[in-house]
T-cell receptor, first 114, second 113 residues
Framework: DTGVSQDPRHKITKRGQNVTFRCDPISEHNRLYWYRQTLGQGPEFLTYFQNEAQLEKSRLLSDRFSAERPKGSFSTLEIQRTEQGDSAMYLCASSTGQGWEKLFFGSGTQLSVL | DQQVKQNSPSLSVQEGRISILNCDYT??????FLWYKKYPAEGPTFLISISSIKDKNEDGRFTVFLNKSAKHLSLHIVPSQPGDSAVYFC????????????FGTGTRLKVLA
């Protein structure tokens, strides 16, 4: 169990640029989640996958955000035309996919949009 | 609409005493609950869970209590240790089958040596 891995740990970008984050879940975990956390708030649900299928997207996920999990293993989260309000910690989590169960979180990607 | 609420943003407790962290929810369909601990610059770490068929679950120093009628759960840590100082989040999921978890805003616990 190598844990959930996220890359990069930190990203600084200028407003209007595109950014992409990667998440590698725990091996053989079927569910993969993306959350966003801002200062003083709890993690906010963005989207989740069961294998390669994206099963739910939050209304927080505007059309500038897109997530993929092409082979049911790693996932990417892309933000196009970044805005200062996108500055946050982006957290990825995975689980085995057996009913209701705990999520294993990665260390997150801290995005700062200048 | 904040469906999961942690109304105490912070809590200070003396080492060795009990820490009680509270969580309230509004959605009566929530039936599976998780508690997480988070240190700065790290992802949340799972502590303990409870499903709605139980009203108590224990794991070592951590006990979670669920009061379904009051839509309230609490996490008890006893005895509290300085290493327990962190932000604690509760999370809830309903039985609609979406398997997404809604998190509260967190309570910052400080255990004083």
């Amino acid at each position: 169990d190598t844990g959930v891995s996220q890359d990069p740990r930190h990203k600084i970008t200028k407003r209007g640029q595109n950014v992409t984050f990667r998440c590698d879940p725990i091996s053989e975990h079927n569910r993969l989640y993306w959350y966003r956390q801002t200062l003083g708030q709890g993690p906010e649900f963005l989207t989740y996958f069961q294998n390669e299928a994206q099963l739910e997207k939050s209304r927080l996920l505007s059309d500038r955000f897109s997530a993929e999990r092409p082979k049911g293993s790693f996932s990417t989260l892309e933000i196009q035309r970044t805005e200062q309000g996108d500055s946050a910690m982006y957290l990825c989590a995975s689980s085995t996919g057996q009913g209701w169960e705990k999520l294993f979180f990665g260390s997150g990607t801290q995005l700062s949009v200048l | 609409d904040q469906q999961v609420k942690q109304n105490s943003p912070s809590l200070s407790v003396q080492e060795g005493r009990i820490s009680i962290l509270n969580c309230d929810y509004t959605n009566s369909m929530f039936d599976y609950f998780l508690w997480y601990k988070k240190y700065p610059a790290e992802g949340p770490t799972f502590l303990i869970s409870i499903s709605s068929i139980k009203d108590k679950n224990e794991d070592g120093r951590f006990t979670v209590f669920l009061n379904k009628s009051a839509k309230h759960l609490s996490l008890h840590i006893v005895p509290s240790q300085p290493g327990d100082s962190a932000v604690y989040f509760c999370a809830a999921s309903d039985s609609s089958g979406t398997y997404k978890y809604i998190f509260g805003t967190g309570t910052r616990l400080k255990v004083l040596a």
